[in-house]
C-alpha cells in the first residue's frame, strides 16, 4: 500500500491513489439490508443512551461531582467516536461500494485518531480521580476543584488534537499506490 520509489524514472510513473473503494461487510443484498438495520439501531441506541446519560448529569445538581462530570465527557467523546465510523458503514451497507476520496478518509482519520486519544487520557483523568479519592480522602476536596476537573478534560480534548495533527499530516503525506479496495 506505501510505495518507496527508488528512481526519478518511478516518482515520474507514480499515480497516487484518488479515493478508496469499500465493498463492506456483505456483497449479498438481503443480508445488507439485515446488516444496516442491526447496524442503524445500534447506532441509535448508543446515541440516546449517551444523550441520556449526559442530561440526568446535566440535570441533577446531586450528578455535579467530578466523577460523574468525567462520565459525562465519557459518554459525549463515545457519542462523537461512533458518528465518525458508523455513518460510512451505514452508507457502505445501503448503497453498496462506498466510494471514499483520500482527503475525506484523511479527514474521518483525523477525527478517529483525535477521539481515540482523548479517550485514553480521560479514562487517565478518571483513575486519577479515583486514585484521588480512595488514597487521599481527605485531600480530594481541594485536590479535585471543579477548575481542576475543567482543567483535566480541556488537557485532554487539546492534547488528543495537537497528537492527532501531528500523525495526520505524516500519515497524508505517505504514497499510497494500490491497492484501493479494501473488503471490509
Known amino acids: 500500500m506505501f510505495c518507496q520509489p527508488k528512481s526519478a524514472i518511478e516518482i515520474a510513473n507514480m499515480t497516487r491513489v484518488q479515493e478508496f473503494i469499500l465493498l463492506g461487510l456483505s456483497m449479498r443484498p438481503g443480508l445488507r439490508g439485515v446488516l444496516f438495520a442491526v447496524f442503524l439501531t445500534l447506532y441509535l441506541l448508543t446515541l440516546l443512551e449517551n444523550t441520556i446519560i449526559v442530561l440526568l448529569i446535566w440535570?441533577?445538581?446531586e450528578l455535579h461531582k467530578p466523577m460523574y462530570f468525567f462520565?459525562?465527557?465519557l459518554s459525549c467523546l463515545e457519542m462523537c467516536y461512533v458518528s465518525v465510523t458508523v455513518p460510512t458503514l451505514l452508507l457502505g451497507l445501503w448503497s453498496g461500494p462506498c466510494h471514499v476520496p483520500f482527503m475525506?478518509?484523511?479527514t474521518q482519520l483525523f477525527f478517529f485518531i483525535t477521539l481515540i486519544c482523548a479517550e485514553c487520557t480521560l479514562?487517565?483523568?478518571m483513575a486519577y480521580d479515583r486514585y484521588v479519592a480512595i488514597c487521599r480522602p481527605l485531600h480530594y476536596p481541594i485536590l479535585m476543584r471543579p477548575q481542576v476537573c475543567l482543567m483535566l478534560?480541556?488537557?485532554s480534548w487539546m492534547g488528543s488534537l495537537s497528537v492527532s495533527v501531528i500523525k495526520t499530516v505524516f500519515i497524508s503525506g505517505l504514497s499510497y499506490c494500490g491497492p484501493n479496495v479494501l473488503n471490509h
Open 71 to 73: 462520565l459525562g465527557n
Open 153 to 155: 478534560a480541556m488537557a
Open 104 to 106: 475525506s478518509c484523511m
Open 59 to 61: 440535570s441533577h445538581t
Open 123 to 125: 479514562l487517565a483523568s
